[in-house]
């Protein structure tokens, strides 16, 4: 089983900073990479696939980078609805998840 | 698209339960149906998916034997069950079309196991 690593767990941060989280995979996954974002009380949504072709209606603030092993996810100008946790999947071997990476505000 | 997801249910151990995903807004044979497991307060557990034309079924180890997933096409709708609940099934379960990776979800049906 592929599994994968988010870092850092939690990450809080201000309004209108760049932020960067980072996903790595115990082995090569090629670009069969997806972000998602989760709030409180609602189901996932899928922001990036493909390691970074944006999603339908996913603001260009997003963009994700990467392959292989290592990929990030980049929101360039946090808005106060980016607070979410994030979750990596690859889908290169069957799927697996991340555990994840709590965004919240300082 | 859409895919609503039948309502909270609230079981006892050893019970059986089957909930549902009804899609529409697509071709509903024309894309794989997934099922992802969230406990409360964990992260995402992929559990499987199901091809609708033929309802080729493929799971995680994890959840191989411990639940079945089905689809009816002519109602385009997929199905989740379990034959014998236990208290560790409870969780939030959401289904998700998988076309760009899993692209739409629906909005999750909580299981609640408990004597």
């Known amino acids: 089983e592929i599994v994968m690593t988010q870092s850092p767990a939690t990450l809080s941060v201000s309004p209108g900073e760049r932020v960067t989280l980072s996903c790595r995979a115990s082995q090569k996954v090629s670009s069969n990479l997806a972000w998602f974002q989760q709030k409180p009380g609602q189901s996932p949504r899928l922001l990036i696939y493909?390691?970074?072709t944006r999603a339908t209606g996913i603001p260009a603030r997003f963009s994700g980078s990467g392959s292989g092993t290592e990929f990030t996810l980049t929101i360039s100008s946090l808005q106060s609805e980016d607070f979410a946790i994030y979750f990596c999947q690859q889908y290169d071997s069957w799927y697996t998840f991340g555990q994840g990476t709590k965004l919240e505000i300082k | 698209v859409q895919l609503v997801q039948s309502g909270a249910e609230v079981k006892k151990p050893g019970e059986s339960l089957r909930i549902s995903c009804k899609a529409s807004g697509y071709s509903f044979t024309g894309y794989w149906i997934g099922w992802v497991r969230q406990m409360p307060g964990k992260g995402l557990d992929w559990m499987g998916i199901i091809y609708p034309p033929d309802s080729d079924t493929r799971y995680s180890p994890s959840f191989q034997g411990q639940v079945t997933m089905s689809a009816d096409k002519s109602i385009t709708t997929a199905y989740l069950q379990w034959s014998s609940l236990k208290a560790s099934d409870t969780a939030m379960y959401y289904c998700?079309?998988?076309?760009?990776?899993?692209?739409?979800w629906g909005q999750g049906t909580q299981v609640t196991v408990s004597a």
């Open positions: 493909g390691a970074s």
């Open positions: 998700a079309r998988m076309g760009a990776s899993a692209d739409y």
